[in-house]
C-alpha cells in the first residue's frame, strides 16, 4: 500500500497487522522492509529509483494507493513496475486537481458514495455555513481566478 502522508502510512500498518495477523513492511525514510508479505510505503520514498530496485517487480499481486484523486507520475511508475499487479485506488475525495474523472486514471470505478449519501446516512454532519465580518480587513490585493 502506498501513502503519502505518516498517519496514513501507520494506520495502515497497524490495521493490516491486527487484520491480517502478520508483521508488516514499512518502507519510509529510515525504515525498510525486507521479505515481510505486506508492504505499507511512503510514495515519496517507493518511488525513488533506489528504493524500487529493491523488490522484484513480480512480488506484489496488489498494489493501493490512498488519495488517489491526485496526479502523481510517482504513483503510476511505481505501481507500473509491478508488472503483474492489479492497482487499486482508494480516495475520501474524488474531485481530482487535473480535472480527470476517476474512470479515466482507473480501468473502473468500483464504488462510489458520494458526500450528501454519508449526510443522509447519519456518518457527517450536515455542511453548515457562517460568512463573518472582520472590521478593516482588506482583501482588494489577493488575486482571483474565475472558476472553470
Sequence with gaps: ?????????????????????????????????????????????????????????????LVMSTNAITPRPNVQASAGLFCDAKVLGVTATPDRADEKAMGQVFDSVAFLYEIEDAINDGYLCDVRCSRIEIAGLDLSNVKTTPAI
Design 1 to 61: 500500500m502506498l501513502a503519502h502522508r505518516d498517519e496514513l502510512l501507520q494506520q495502515a500498518v497497524d490495521r493490516f497487522a491486527r487484520d491480517c495477523g502478520e508483521r508488516v513492511g514499512l518502507d519510509k525514510a529510515e525504515s525498510f522492509a525486507y521479505d515481510q508479505r505486506i508492504v505499507v510505503g511512503s510514495i515519496q520514498t517507493v518511488s525513488m529509483p533506489t528504493r524500487l530496485e529493491r523488490f522484484d517487480p513480480k512480488r506484489f499481486d
